[in-house]
T-cell receptor
Framework: AQKVTQAQTEISVVEKEDVTLDCVYE???????LFWYKQPPSGELVFLIR??????QNEISGRYSWNFQKSTSSFNFTITASQVVDSAVYFC????????????FGTGTRLQVFP | GAGVSQSPSNKVTEKGKDVELRCDPI?????LYWYRQSLGQGLEFLIY????????KSGLPSDRFSAERTGGSVSTLTIQRTQQEDSAVYLC???????????FGSGTRLTVV
């Protein structure tokens, strides 16, 4: 069975601090895909990144970076120099290799960035 | 349209009434998902349509919930005899066949009073 765990329910930081959101996953598939989504207060889910299981290169996009480690089944997300606009709920998600596989979400981490 | 469209954006209904929620996916997206997000909770899978295949209904919480997809495009999620615990945001997503780029709609906020 597939499972995504986001142990951090809520994180509060002050602007310009760095913050890391943890994501641990479970799957028996050798091919799988991992995602991060942002859900701002407006409610829509915004796609941030997709990573397949064969690509363990870490990725950086501006202030965002992702650390994928198969050895620990983790796909952590770091925001550098956080800003108030980063305040949102962040979801990690997992799906398998087939078109018919469901997208399984973690319970989300609420990030609050204070000025 | 450019994105996944859901209607209505908000729906308030009385307990016991039936409701229909609509999802219009991105043109050409053959995969369509319904999720439910209760207040402060994560996303709960409800149902998945992929092309002409039989839908995966394994996430529907009870037989009061049903969904259909007409012509491989628009989908309607129906909740019969609504209960207060059905209050949630219902999100729809679509993707291209074989793609893993899921695009979500803005959701329908359902409140059962």
């Amino acid at each position: 069975a597939q499972k995504v765990t986001q142990a951090q329910t809520e994180i509060s930081v002050v602007e310009k601090e760095d913050v890391t959101l943890d994501c641990v996953y479970e799957t028996r598939d050798t091919t799988y895909y991992l995602f991060w989504y942002k859900q701002p207060p407006s409610g829509e889910l915004v796609f941030l990144i997709r990573r397949n299981s064969f690509d363990e290169q870490n990725e950086i996009s501006g202030r965002y970076s992702w650390n994928f480690q198969k050895s620990t089944s983790s796909f952590n997300f770091t925001i550098t120099a956080s800003q108030v606009v980063d305040s949102a709920v962040y979801f990690c998600a997992l799906t398998g290799p087939y078109n018919t596989d469901k997208l399984i979400f973690g319970t989300g981490t609420r990030l609050q960035v204070f000025p | 349209g450019a994105g996944v469209s859901q209607s209505p954006s908000n729906k308030v209904t009385e307990k016991g009434k039936d409701v229909e929620l609509r999802c219009d996916p991105i043109s050409g997206h053959t995969a369509l998902y319904w999720y439910r997000q209760s207040l402060g909770q994560g996303l709960e899978f409800l149902i998945y349509f992929q092309g002409n295949s039989a839908p995966d209904k394994s996430g529907l919480p009870s037989d009061r919930f049903s969904a259909e997809r007409t012509g491989g495009s628009v989908s309607t999620l129906t909740i019969q005899r609504t209960q207060q615990e059905d209050s949630a945001v219902y999100l729809c997503a679509s993707s291209l066949p074989g793609d893993r780029g899921y695009t979500f709609g803005s959701g329908t906020r359902l409140t059962v009073v």
